[in-house]
């Protein structure tokens, strides 16, 4: 069974910082780019941003300058450092990893969803 473990959300006032953590387990044996995504109340889901395996970044023009993602290849686990919340980035954030695993006697690739996170930036 394959998870993705999400962890630090929670209340933080406008001007302050969460860290974000997704830890993937499991019968795993590639992940290639990872992201985080986030999706506020009576809006769609959106990216936040994006990791490939090799480094490479995409954000979202609206956290750009103020968030960052990172990954521990080692530990199967991507960051995002949010630094400066303001109250629009209040949403459930979901981790996102495109992973090969195996599961029913099978190799599967796919995108995979974490559970999600509830940050809410409000004084």
């Known amino acids: 069974q394959v998870q993705l473990v999400e962890s630090g959300g929670g209340l933080v006032q406008p001007g302050g910082s969460l860290r974000l953590s997704c830890a993937a387990s499991?019968?795993?044996?590639?992940?290639?780019?990872m992201g985080w995504y986030r999706q506020a109340p009576g809006k769609q889901r959106e990216l936040v941003a994006a990791?490939?395996?090799?480094?490479?970044?995409n954000y979202a023009d609206s956290v750009k300058g103020r968030f960052t993602i990172s990954r521990d290849n080692a530990k199967n686990t991507v960051y995002l450092q949010m630094n400066s919340l303001k109250p629009e980035d209040t949403a459930v954030y979901y981790c996102?990893?495109?992973?090969?695993?195996?599961?029913?006697?099978?190799?599967?690739?796919?995108?995979?969803w974490g559970q999600g996170t509830q940050v809410t930036v409000s004084s």
């Open positions: 996102n990893a495109d992973m090969t695993y195996y599961s029913g006697s099978r190799w599967v690739s796919r995108g995979y």
């Open positions: 499991g019968s795993i044996f590639s992940i290639n780019a």
């Open positions: 990791i490939t395996s090799g480094g490479s970044t």
